[in-house]
T-cell receptor
Framework: AQKVTQAQTEISVVEKEDVTLDCVYE???????LFWYKQPPSGELVFLIR??????QNEISGRYSWNFQKSTSSFNFTITASQVVDSAVYFC??????????FGAGTRLTVKP | DVKVTQSSRYLVKRTGEKVFLECVQD?????MFWYRQDPGLGLRLIYF???????EKGDIPEGYSVSREKKERFSLILESASTNQTSMYLC?????????????FGEGSRLTVL
Protein backbone atom coordinates (compact mmCIF):
# COMPACT_ATOMS: atom_id res chain seq x y z
CA ALA A 1 0.00 0.00 0.00
CA GLN A 2 1.14 3.51 -0.66
CA LYS A 3 2.46 5.50 2.27
CA VAL A 4 3.79 8.97 2.93
CA THR A 5 6.03 9.85 5.86
CA GLN A 6 6.74 13.35 7.06
CA ALA A 7 9.06 12.74 9.96
CA GLN A 8 9.22 16.37 11.07
CA THR A 9 6.18 17.15 13.15
CA GLU A 10 7.10 20.75 13.88
CA ILE A 11 9.84 23.08 12.70
CA SER A 12 10.57 26.55 14.00
CA VAL A 13 12.89 28.96 12.22
CA VAL A 14 13.68 32.64 12.32
CA GLU A 15 12.74 34.79 9.38
CA LYS A 16 15.19 34.69 6.46
CA GLU A 17 16.48 31.25 7.35
CA ASP A 18 16.24 28.48 4.78
CA VAL A 19 14.19 25.46 5.78
CA THR A 20 13.68 22.02 4.23
CA LEU A 21 10.60 19.90 4.81
CA ASP A 22 11.17 16.20 4.28
CA CYS A 23 8.84 13.76 2.57
CA VAL A 24 9.51 10.07 2.06
CA TYR A 25 7.05 7.86 0.21
CA GLU A 26 6.44 4.19 -0.47
CA UNK A 27 4.78 2.79 -3.54
CA UNK A 28 4.89 -0.32 -5.69
CA UNK A 29 3.59 1.46 -8.73
CA UNK A 30 5.88 2.80 -11.42
CA UNK A 31 3.45 5.58 -12.29
CA UNK A 32 2.53 7.86 -9.46
CA UNK A 33 2.11 11.50 -8.57
CA LEU A 34 3.52 13.52 -5.71
CA PHE A 35 2.06 16.70 -4.31
CA TRP A 36 2.70 19.37 -1.74
CA TYR A 37 -0.08 21.37 -0.13
CA LYS A 38 0.03 24.31 2.26
CA GLN A 39 -2.56 24.81 5.01
CA PRO A 40 -2.36 28.31 6.47
CA PRO A 41 -4.10 29.20 9.75
CA SER A 42 -7.29 29.96 7.83
CA GLY A 43 -7.64 26.21 7.23
CA GLU A 44 -7.99 25.86 3.46
CA LEU A 45 -5.39 23.61 1.88
CA VAL A 46 -3.71 25.19 -1.09
CA PHE A 47 -2.01 23.21 -3.85
CA LEU A 48 1.68 24.01 -4.35
CA ILE A 49 3.09 21.46 -6.77
CA ARG A 50 2.42 18.20 -8.60
CA UNK A 51 5.15 15.97 -9.91
CA UNK A 52 4.78 12.71 -11.83
CA UNK A 53 7.11 9.79 -11.32
CA UNK A 54 8.74 10.14 -14.72
CA UNK A 55 9.87 13.68 -14.16
CA UNK A 56 12.76 13.88 -11.71
CA GLN A 57 13.73 17.37 -12.66
CA ASN A 58 13.88 19.65 -9.66
CA GLU A 59 11.58 22.63 -9.67
CA ILE A 60 11.99 26.17 -8.43
CA SER A 61 9.20 28.67 -8.00
CA GLY A 62 10.37 31.89 -6.41
CA ARG A 63 11.55 31.06 -2.90
CA TYR A 64 10.17 27.53 -3.13
CA SER A 65 12.05 24.57 -4.54
CA TRP A 66 11.40 20.86 -4.67
CA ASN A 67 13.92 18.03 -4.84
CA PHE A 68 12.53 14.76 -6.20
CA GLN A 69 14.83 11.74 -5.85
CA LYS A 70 13.44 8.36 -6.85
CA SER A 71 16.58 6.60 -5.58
CA THR A 72 15.71 7.60 -2.02
CA SER A 73 11.92 7.84 -2.53
CA SER A 74 11.95 11.41 -1.35
CA PHE A 75 10.26 14.60 -2.44
CA ASN A 76 11.64 17.35 -0.23
CA PHE A 77 10.49 20.95 -0.14
CA THR A 78 12.81 23.87 0.59
CA ILE A 79 11.81 27.42 1.41
CA THR A 80 14.61 29.91 0.92
CA ALA A 81 14.72 33.07 2.99
CA SER A 82 11.61 32.13 4.94
CA GLN A 83 9.00 34.72 5.83
CA VAL A 84 6.37 34.91 8.55
CA VAL A 85 3.68 34.31 5.92
CA ASP A 86 5.20 30.90 5.27
CA SER A 87 3.97 29.76 8.68
CA ALA A 88 1.54 26.94 7.99
CA VAL A 89 1.11 23.19 8.03
CA TYR A 90 2.58 21.58 4.94
CA PHE A 91 1.37 18.25 3.62
CA CYS A 92 3.06 15.91 1.21
CA UNK A 93 0.77 13.54 -0.70
CA UNK A 94 1.04 10.60 -3.07
CA UNK A 95 -1.42 9.16 -5.54
CA UNK A 96 -1.09 6.11 -7.74
CA UNK A 97 -2.97 5.42 -10.94
CA UNK A 98 -5.56 3.19 -9.35
CA UNK A 99 -5.48 4.42 -5.81
CA UNK A 100 -6.58 7.52 -4.07
CA UNK A 101 -4.44 10.28 -2.71
CA UNK A 102 -2.68 9.56 0.56
CA PHE A 103 -1.37 12.33 2.76
CA GLY A 104 1.46 12.50 5.22
CA ALA A 105 0.81 13.63 8.78
CA GLY A 106 1.97 17.14 7.96
CA THR A 107 4.76 19.39 9.19
CA ARG A 108 3.90 22.55 11.11
CA LEU A 109 6.29 25.32 10.17
CA THR A 110 6.56 28.39 12.36
CA VAL A 111 8.58 31.32 11.08
CA LYS A 112 9.38 33.83 13.78
CA PRO A 113 10.10 37.47 13.01
CA ASP B 1 -11.85 31.74 -9.27
CA VAL B 2 -12.43 28.10 -8.50
CA LYS B 3 -14.39 27.45 -5.38
CA VAL B 4 -15.29 24.63 -3.03
CA THR B 5 -17.75 25.77 -0.40
CA GLN B 6 -18.56 23.92 2.78
CA SER B 7 -21.80 24.91 4.42
CA SER B 8 -20.63 25.25 8.01
CA ARG B 9 -17.26 26.26 9.41
CA TYR B 10 -18.08 25.26 12.97
CA LEU B 11 -20.69 22.87 14.35
CA VAL B 12 -21.42 21.58 17.82
CA LYS B 13 -23.64 18.50 18.05
CA ARG B 14 -24.67 16.06 20.72
CA THR B 15 -23.95 12.34 20.75
CA GLY B 16 -26.54 10.46 18.73
CA GLU B 17 -27.57 13.40 16.57
CA LYS B 18 -27.67 13.10 12.79
CA VAL B 19 -25.23 15.49 11.17
CA PHE B 20 -25.14 16.75 7.58
CA LEU B 21 -22.04 18.36 6.12
CA GLU B 22 -22.63 19.94 2.75
CA CYS B 23 -20.09 20.68 0.05
CA VAL B 24 -20.60 22.47 -3.26
CA GLN B 25 -18.09 23.06 -6.04
CA ASP B 26 -18.48 25.40 -9.00
CA UNK B 27 -15.79 23.94 -11.26
CA UNK B 28 -17.85 21.20 -12.93
CA UNK B 29 -15.49 18.57 -11.50
CA UNK B 30 -16.49 14.93 -11.70
CA UNK B 31 -14.50 13.89 -8.65
CA MET B 32 -15.34 14.85 -5.08
CA PHE B 33 -13.88 13.70 -1.78
CA TRP B 34 -14.41 13.89 1.96
CA TYR B 35 -11.42 13.77 4.29
CA ARG B 36 -11.08 14.16 8.01
CA GLN B 37 -8.04 15.81 9.51
CA ASP B 38 -6.74 14.95 12.96
CA PRO B 39 -3.49 16.08 14.61
CA GLY B 40 -0.64 13.70 13.89
CA LEU B 41 -2.69 11.67 11.42
CA GLY B 42 -2.82 14.00 8.45
CA LEU B 43 -5.81 13.71 6.15
CA ARG B 44 -7.68 10.43 5.93
CA LEU B 45 -10.12 9.65 3.16
CA ILE B 46 -13.67 8.87 4.26
CA TYR B 47 -15.61 8.59 1.00
CA PHE B 48 -15.26 9.74 -2.56
CA UNK B 49 -17.34 9.98 -5.69
CA UNK B 50 -16.33 9.97 -9.34
CA UNK B 51 -19.78 10.63 -10.72
CA UNK B 52 -23.32 11.56 -9.77
CA UNK B 53 -25.01 8.92 -7.62
CA UNK B 54 -21.77 7.04 -7.39
CA UNK B 55 -19.79 6.61 -4.15
CA GLU B 56 -16.88 4.57 -2.94
CA LYS B 57 -15.49 3.96 0.51
CA GLY B 58 -12.18 5.41 1.50
CA ASP B 59 -9.98 4.33 4.37
CA ILE B 60 -12.31 5.18 7.25
CA PRO B 61 -15.96 4.98 6.12
CA GLU B 62 -17.38 3.48 9.32
CA GLY B 63 -19.99 5.72 10.89
CA TYR B 64 -20.38 7.84 7.77
CA SER B 65 -22.42 7.86 4.60
CA VAL B 66 -22.51 10.18 1.61
CA SER B 67 -24.90 11.45 -0.99
CA ARG B 68 -24.24 12.81 -4.46
CA GLU B 69 -27.50 13.63 -6.19
CA LYS B 70 -26.04 16.44 -8.27
CA LYS B 71 -22.64 16.82 -9.82
CA GLU B 72 -21.77 19.94 -7.87
CA ARG B 73 -22.89 18.76 -4.43
CA PHE B 74 -21.41 16.07 -2.18
CA SER B 75 -22.82 15.58 1.29
CA LEU B 76 -21.31 13.76 4.23
CA ILE B 77 -23.74 12.27 6.75
CA LEU B 78 -23.05 11.13 10.27
CA GLU B 79 -26.05 8.94 11.05
CA SER B 80 -25.49 8.99 14.80
CA ALA B 81 -22.67 11.27 15.85
CA SER B 82 -20.18 10.04 18.41
CA THR B 83 -17.47 11.86 20.34
CA ASN B 84 -14.71 10.15 18.32
CA GLN B 85 -16.06 11.89 15.24
CA THR B 86 -15.00 15.24 16.63
CA SER B 87 -12.65 16.44 13.92
CA MET B 88 -12.00 18.81 11.04
CA TYR B 89 -13.78 17.67 7.88
CA LEU B 90 -12.43 18.71 4.51
CA CYS B 91 -14.21 18.47 1.19
CA UNK B 92 -12.24 18.48 -2.05
CA UNK B 93 -12.81 18.17 -5.77
CA UNK B 94 -10.60 17.43 -8.73
CA UNK B 95 -10.79 17.49 -12.49
CA UNK B 96 -8.45 14.73 -13.64
CA UNK B 97 -9.25 11.05 -13.48
CA UNK B 98 -9.17 9.67 -9.96
CA UNK B 99 -6.52 11.45 -7.92
CA UNK B 100 -3.91 12.20 -10.52
CA UNK B 101 -4.66 15.88 -10.50
CA UNK B 102 -4.53 18.51 -7.84
CA UNK B 103 -7.30 18.69 -5.29
CA UNK B 104 -9.21 21.88 -4.58
CA PHE B 105 -10.24 22.08 -0.96
CA GLY B 106 -12.95 23.87 0.94
CA GLU B 107 -12.18 25.77 4.12
CA GLY B 108 -13.17 22.88 6.32
CA SER B 109 -15.92 22.16 8.84
CA ARG B 110 -14.83 21.77 12.43
CA LEU B 111 -17.26 19.44 14.17
CA THR B 112 -17.42 19.00 17.93
CA VAL B 113 -19.56 16.17 19.28
CA LEU B 114 -20.40 16.48 22.96
Amino acid sequence: AQKVTQAQTEISVVEKEDVTLDCVYETRDTTYYLFWYKQPPSGELVFLIRRNSFDEQNEISGRYSWNFQKSTSSFNFTITASQVVDSAVYFCALSERNNDMRFGAGTRLTVKP
Amino acid sequence: DVKVTQSSRYLVKRTGEKVFLECVQDMDHENMFWYRQDPGLGLRLIYFSYDVKMKEKGDIPEGYSVSREKKERFSLILESASTNQTSMYLCASSRLVKNTGELFFGEGSRLTVL
